[in-house]
């Protein structure tokens, strides 16, 4: 977690930087899903890492070993780390008390300050929904100190869980959730190379076009160029009004 550290003569060194951990069923989904969040906060300092949790070995463009190298691009475009889990492969996610504690060593190992994973909406790739259930239980697991599986790993609560939707059927019905500002030309060049590296899946559909489309048609909506939801899984919880910054009626 962040914090000021004192030094010896009494002054403060400068914060550790956030970290955010974020989690994809497939190699593509966090550049598409939210690629241009993620490429603002390595902007603004935040310590990423990508944790995939497929090769997209069912996939029907390309080959896990390339669908890696992708993955990796995209990731270093974007500023983070990545790593690779093995839980069953694509079309095999499953959401297991398993998974979940071991998704759940993962945030104890990491310690970020805040983690991203899948909706859990029911009408998309069930590896999305499957891998988001499977990251919201492993954030609670993650702070229970008597968790036998766990006990070389200090536990670990996180400041914020969020949840992004890979496609338009991942947005979860009802919530409008946190409309985030990814405007700058320099994160929309970043996102786009992106979610370009993904050239195998990228080649076959209209991906790049319509994850634009998607964040232009929210950012009208916010009164800005371009915008990508994010749902949190609680409440929030502020010190101020100022943090909230504006509502985003603007028809």
Known sequence: MSSTVPTKL????PPEPHRLLAFGAHPDDLEFGAGAVLA???????????????????????????????ARKGAHILGAD??????????????????????????????PDWVLAPTVAPNQHPDHA???????????????????????????????LLHYAVGP????????????????????VLWKAAMEAHASQTRAREYVELQLTRARLLGLRAGVGHAQALYPADPLVIDRLTVLGRGARRF
Do not use: M, Y
């Open 40 to 70: 603002r906060e390595a902007k603004a300092g935040t310590q990423l890492t990508f944790v995939i949790c497929s090769r997209g070995e069912a996939s029907s463009h390309g080959h896990p070993e390339g669908r890696e190298a992708e």
């Open 169 to 188: 059927e991942g947005e979860p019905v009802g919530e409008q959730g946190v409309w985030c500002d990814v405007s700058d030309p320099e994160i929309l």
């Open 130 to 160: 499957a891998l988001g259930r499977s990251v919201r239980d492993a954030a609670r697991l993650a702070r229970f100190g008597g968790l036998g599986e766990l006990k070389g790993q200090p536990p670990h609560a996180l400041s914020l």
């Open 10 to 13: 009494g002054l403060s060194s």
């Open 82 to 111: 990545v790593e690779f889990l093995a839980l069953g492969g694509d079309a095999h996610l499953a959401s297991t008390p398993e998974v979940a504690i071991q998704l759940a060593g993962v945030i104890r190992r990491i310690r």
